[in-house]
């Protein structure tokens, strides 16, 4: 089995040391993480890949602190998240972390800049529009800022989605599937400006099936029955695809 090594204390956003979380219905119980460790690197893209059932879905919950992990331990920016009240858990996803998923969840009454100026201003940031206003920039939607969600492409709301997760400044994003419902030209784009965000220092943990996506990441890591089985590092798409393909067939 090969683990991923933890990054240095100093150079850590994300830390999960030997996560466990068990489910139970009725007698049954059923591992969806089993002692899993996983660092995530600062300006580093991380993509999780698995079958069906791996525990994917449930590291990211719990490396965000939406689930509490049976042991182990989840540290983000040097705190230990799974000893947080929930008051300070609901704090810390406004101001430290943002999430991208696959549907975009935009308000359809707001227009571009509104969508993304609103955890701005629910934070009390008195230069929410302006902030807003960068962040869309950044995104090359400059010229859309007054635009509706129906009045933009699948590519263009997703590309809203991400400025509005990266207006608060997270320290971490977590992105699930955030191009599954994209068409394959969309999705290029998508993929290219987050691969942009993270050589300008953001930290992304993305969960995805998709081969190519995750060959945009620095470093992949392969579930399978919630243990982590396998890492690559700087891997191409087919290489990624063979890998998994090997991590479900041994399933």
């Known amino acids: 089995m090969n683990r991923m090594i ?5 150079d850590t956003v994300l830390q ?3 996560v466990t979380r068990t489910f139970t219905a009725g007698t ?3 591992v969806a993480l089993d ?8 300006g580093s893209w991380t993509a999780i890949m698995g079958p069906s059932g791996s ?9 965000a602190g939406l689930d509490n992990p049976d042991s182990g331990r989840i540290v983000l920016n040097g705190s230990d998240i799974s000893a947080l009240s929930d008051d300070t858990l609901t704090r810390l996803r406004r101001s430290d972390i943002s999430f991208v998923f696959q549907q975009f969840n935009l308000v359809a009454a707001l227009t571009a800049l509104q969508n993304v100026s609103l955890p701005l201003r629910l934070l009390g940031d008195s230069q929410a529009d302006s902030t807003a206003r960068a962040a869309l920039g950044v995104l090359g939607l400059a010229e859309h800022t007054d635009q509706k969600p129906r009045e933009l492409s699948g590519g263009q709301q997703q590309r809203v989605a991400i400025a509005r997760a990266l207006a608060t400044q997270p320290s971490i994003l977590f992105a699930d599937e955030p191009t599954g419902a994209l068409d394959s030209a969309s999705a290029r784009v998508v993929l290219g400006l987050l691969r942009e965000l993270v050589d300008r220092g953001q930290t992304i943990l993305m969960v995805t099936h998709d081969p190519h996506a995750a060959s945009y990441a620095d470093h ?8 982590l089985v396998r890492t690559l590092d700087g891997a191409s798409a087919a290489d990624i695809a063979s890998t998994l393909t090997d991590v479900e067939v041994q399933r």
């Open 220 to 227: 992949v890591a392969f579930l399978r029955d919630g243990l």
């Open 28 to 30: 049954s119980a059923f």
């Open 55 to 63: 525990g994917k879905s449930t590291l990211m919950n719990c490396a």
């Open 35 to 42: 002692r899993v460790t996983l660092g995530c690197r600062r």
């Open 16 to 18: 999960l040391q030997d």
């Open 6 to 10: 933890p990054p240095e204390p100093s």
